[in-house]
């Protein structure tokens, strides 16, 4: 799951890109179907408070073009020391698989101490990579999971606005299927076209080259 223009920076993620996807297109975007489509997945996008680690702040993350790191076209938290969300919520009868994701820092510079964590529909920690320096000066850094679920699972970034997540690589696998690379039902890459903001939020973070 990538996050391609026609976004313009400061826009909201619509809330239902990349839900329940089954086709190339439909009312929010387009899709490249990589190793299959992931109907019975949706996803959810949230800042999230870090005192708790599971209240909202916001729901939804913002879009940012360029310069986290080498990633281009990422989400990030709407508000400077939140953590971002993504959640992964398979539908009954089927699993979902995070095989990995990239991070990055902006300005193309290295983001220190960062918090990086996977969690279950109930906020237990599945994995947790933090304090973690996310990579911005000389490219991103790349987490690869291989985590596999009948429940949500939860990916918990950043601490800052200026860490950025982008290419989420998820499966969707039947209850009944042998989950082995060759066969797993599909990964979805996904590239939003022509979604348009939803809606404009106060506070947004000035970014600058200087």
Not at 17 to 25: A, C, E, L, R
Not at 48 to 75: E, H, K, M, R
Request: glycine letters at 8%; hydrophobic letters at 35%; proline letters at 6%.
């Amino acid at each position: 799951m990538d996050f391609n223009p026609p976004l313009a920076d400061y826009d909201d993620i619509p809330s239902t890109y990349g839900d329940n996807v089954n086709s190339t297109s439909d009312a929010v975007g387009s899709y490249l179907k990589g190793n299959g489509f992931t109907p019975n997945i949706t996803v959810d996008y949230r800042g999230v408070n870090p005192a708790d680690g599971s209240s909202s702040f916001f729901d939804n993350l913002d879009f940012w073009s360029t310069d986290y790191g080498d990633l281009q076209n990422i989400a990030y938290p709407v508000v400077d020391g939140t953590l971002g969300e993504i959640s992964l919520t398979p539908q009954t009868g089927y699993k979902v698989k995070l095989n990995s994701f990239d991070l990055a820092g902006f300005l193309r510079a290295d983001q220190p101490n960062q918090t990086v964590r996977i969690l279950d529909a109930n906020y237990n920690v599945l994995l947790d990579y933090s304090p973690f320096n996310v990579e911005g000066d000389s490219g991103h850094s790349t987490f690869l999971p291989n985590l596999i679920s009948s429940q949500t699972i939860r990916i918990q970034f950043g601490n800052s606005w200026n860490t950025g997540i982008d290419n989420i690589n998820f499966d969707q696998v039947a209850n009944n299927a042998v989950p082995e690379p060759a066969t797993i039902l599909g990964s979805l890459a996904f590239s939003i076209f022509g979604a348009n903001s939803l809606r404009k939020r106060q506070n947004k973070k000035v970014k600058s080259q200087g």
